[in-house]
């Protein structure tokens, strides 16, 4: 990409999110804080009936309603496939100006810190993972290539992705959480400027990344009731490693569950809420070094 | 009260506090754990549906529907109106036996450790609460003397208590939390025990005690939306003490607010995830010192 012309920042997505609700609304009533010169930029409230009413979605999950299938469906007429044509219609519009990047802010009950969760290994993506790691170490960079098919908002964009903070509970806000993502997005869109100007600032090395390679579910019984929860010494561990024979879960009884692989994995959204009705007790990763 | 006869355990009177669901669940399935030789004890789930659809209610607060004129207005009509109706009359049917105690099981986001919240300063109660922190000092002892006009389900005795454990998401279950409470509902059945069988342990001295003495709401514009957070000083500081200048809101600008009373006051409840809707950013307490 030549130039980068056109930036939206998305709050929202998941109506129970608080901090990119309030980050957006912020930046819709002080867009000087997201201007830059060589580029525009857009502030977007995604889910705007589950904001009003504090809950992750309405009907379905509006952050899997962008597949091609879907969006093309003049069927679906669900609230969410509903807004997820309009904001379509609003980034991607036929025949005029679309956004280059999409910057969809999201919250997790996991502890997460503060990721960064990109679509695939873009140079231009993993060179501003590079710079944000540059500036806060505890910044992580995570590559999900399933985001398509899967329906995510950020696949609007072959350059969109995801900035994932926690923990933080639904429908509350940490202060301390919403000022590191805000200047977060702060330094995204000062590498975007200085991408544009050709002075962006160069940073070569290696890069840390965890790729997705798959889920775990709790156990269930034949009802799909959860049996278990997340270790005690698995919680709010993600990130680090979870080898062979380490304990996972612990079932209702005081009984330890362990992880059956063959190698050491590097769990994610652990613990995710919203995630125990999709059977996702944690996102499993493996640790890569990129070359950038 | 010469003897307790009958002691009931309520979870999920908020659907989505998982910790008392399956605390509940699990004695139901194992009814040995919570059988005590000198009284019977019951374990109830309170609000079925939201529990079901992991929200903390479907029309209106469960925990608010034990007003006596809620419970004998027949017009009232919602999911929760009936279910309390129905849970009264499980816990206090008319010429029978009913239960001498309530142990009502809830979760928050706020830092309220293994809490427990009495309607008043009954002797028999603060001698439990002296026992509970003697065996774990991490136990704190709340009274608030509003259970009754507030409609809360522990109303339903005078010896009606809550457990309130956190921090702990909505929707998730923490592993950590859900076996201190276990412990901590044991160690309450056996002091019941004790106290039938004339021999339970003598504790004496002084328990802090914690009184709730208002509330206070986050800064809001004309429209009633928030324009601050718990500040980071306080956040995750329950029953700290919180004296006059002390910073107690970031405002999304990021300036400070700081608490105007004119005295030292210890808030718990900070940044409740369900007491935004209800104008809440925290309880104010009283910290005493109870002779027992």
Do not use: W
């Not at 609003?90 to 009950?109: A, C, E, G, K």
């Not at 969109?160 to 806000?173: C, T, Y």
Request: charged share 20%; net charge negative.
């Amino acid at each position: 990409m030549s130039q980068i012309e056109r930036v939206a920042i998305v709050g929202g997505n998941h109506g129970n999110e608080l901090t990119g609700v309030h980050l957006v609304k912020k930046f819709q009533q002080y867009p000087n804080l997201i201007n830059r010169s060589s580029f525009e930029t857009l502030a977007l409230l995604g889910n705007l009936k589950a904001i009003e009413e504090g809950k992750r979605y309405i009907e379905k999950d509006l952050n899997r309603c962008f597949t091609n299938e879907g969006l093309q469906n003049p069927q679906l007429s669900s609230y969410e496939d509903t807004r997820a044509k309009a904001i379509q219609q609003i980034l991607q519009p036929q025949n005029q100006p679309f956004v280059d990047i999409v910057v969809d802010l999201h919250s997790t009950t996991s502890n997460m810190g503060l990721s960064l969760i990109f679509c695939d290994t873009y140079p231009l993506l993993l060179r501003l993972g590079a710079y944000l790691s540059s500036i806060n170490p505890l910044v992580k960079i995570c590559i999900n290539q399933q985001s398509k098919e899967n329906g995510f908002l950020r696949s609007l964009c072959e350059l969109g992705f995801v900035i994932e903070v926690g923990a933080v509970a639904q429908n509350i806000l940490n202060a301390e959480l919403f000022q590191e993502t805000e200047q977060l997005i702060y330094a995204v869109l000062d590498y975007f400027e200085g991408y544009n100007q050709g002075k962006f600032p160069q940073i070569s090395g290696q890069l840390t990344i965890y790729k997705y390679i798959g889920t775990i579910d709790y156990p269930r019984s034949d009802r799909g009731e959860i049996q278990a929860m997340i270790h005690p010494q698995l919680q709010f561990r993600d990130y680090e490693p979870l080898n062979p024979g380490d304990p996972m879960f612990l079932t209702f009884e005081g009984k330890d569950i362990f992880y059956e692989g063959t190698s050491t994995v590097y769990p994610i959204f652990i613990n995710e809420a919203a995630y125990y009705e999709k059977g996702i007790a944690m996102h499993l990763s493996q640790k890569h070094q990129e070359v950038v």
